[in-house]
């Protein structure tokens, strides 16, 4: 899963610590949907495999730095109803804008882009009314 055994290492380094801009992260275990998250100078990308979920039955929030996504379907199994829920958070960071999220789900993987806080500019001038 690592481009190379550098980021492998470099991840090990990094854990615990705010995440290094222009770095992935992935994550499978078992009980846990697996996942990656990609940091770039204009934001965070997290794609995570929900599968059967879609749009009407899945939630994303983002709070304090945290992402948490959110969701619950029913379906039919040998004619009973089985309830399956996903519930997960991901830690992506304070210095992205919890305003400005895009989240698209398709064929069971969502995609969400948190984007990085614009830096503001020393000067800036305005026009007069």
């Known amino acids: 899963m690592y481009n190379s055994r550098f980021d492998k290492l470099m991840d090990g380094i990094f854990e615990g610590f705010a995440s290094p801009t222009y770095s992935t992260h992935y994550k499978s275990m078992e009980n846990v949907q697996p996942y990656e998250i990609n940091y770039t100078k204009d934001g ?30 029913t379906y039919k199994r040998d004619g009973e109803d089985v309830n399956k829920s996903v519930k997960q958070t991901f830690k992506i960071g304070r ?13 069971g993987i969502l995609s969400v882009f948190v984007h990085s806080y614009k830096k503001s500019e020393k ?7």
């Open 44 to 73: 965070a990308y997290l794609i995570f495999e929900v599968p059967g979920f879609n749009k009407s039955n899945l939630k994303v929030e983002m709070e304090d730095g945290t992402l948490y996504v959110d969701g619950t379907r």
């Open 95 to 107: 210095e992205y804008d919890p305003s400005n999220i895009e989240a698209t789900i398709e064929d």
């Open 123 to 129: 000067k800036k001038r305005i026009s007069l009314l």
